[in-house]
């Protein structure tokens, strides 16, 4: 698994690219968290790219940062995390559990950014509920809800 935010695309040159980089409309995107856009990947169905909202790549550069891993990694800190725990959680169980998307790697996208995952699918075919759609049709009881929200925050 390669990962880092130099750009793999590029030659070391910087003269010309070796994959071009993947054209994505804004307001084409399949859903929307509360940082990041989902998009499909154009060229592969079984995949998803992951790009940053603007607005919080704009909010997160305007902020002044103390801390090393958000000086590091900027509005990026939230992937690397997120990648470090699915290693974690992968070394422990000696494979990719079947309830976390397979991370693919970065892609270079006209929107910046892009993390290549895997696409999850619910019962009908289309893509699984997040936690909010399990929330909001009431089909887990509220107060486990609660505590896996609340857990998932303090990890992420």
């Given amino acids: ?3 880092g935010f130099a750009n793999p695309n590029r030659d070391l ?3 010309k690219k070796l994959v071009p980089t993947i054209k994505l409309k804004t307001g084409s995107h399949l859903r929307e968290g509360s940082e990041k856009l989902i998009f499909q990947h ?3 169905p079984a995949h998803l790219i992951k790009v940053m909202m603007p607005e919080v790549l704009r909010n997160r550069d305007e902020k002044k940062v103390y801390r090393p891993a958000k000086r590091r990694f900027g509005a990026y800190l939230s992937w690397q995390r997120e990648i470090d725990e699915v290693n974690a959680i992968t070394m422990r169980l000696n494979k990719v559990p079947v309830f976390l998307q ?12 892009g993390m290549v995952v895997s696409k999850v699918a619910g019962k009908n075919g289309g893509l699984a509920p997040t936690l909010t759609d399990v929330a909001a049709a009431n089909i887990l009881p509220r107060k486990p809800l609660i505590s896996l929200s609340t857990n998932l925050s303090m990890t992420f």
């Fill in 42 to 44: 154009p060229d592969n």
């Fill in 1 to 3: 698994m390669r990962y």
């Fill in 102 to 113: 397979t991370y693919h790697g970065l892609c270079d996208t006209s929107l910046g950014l």
């Fill in 13 to 15: 040159s910087g003269s």
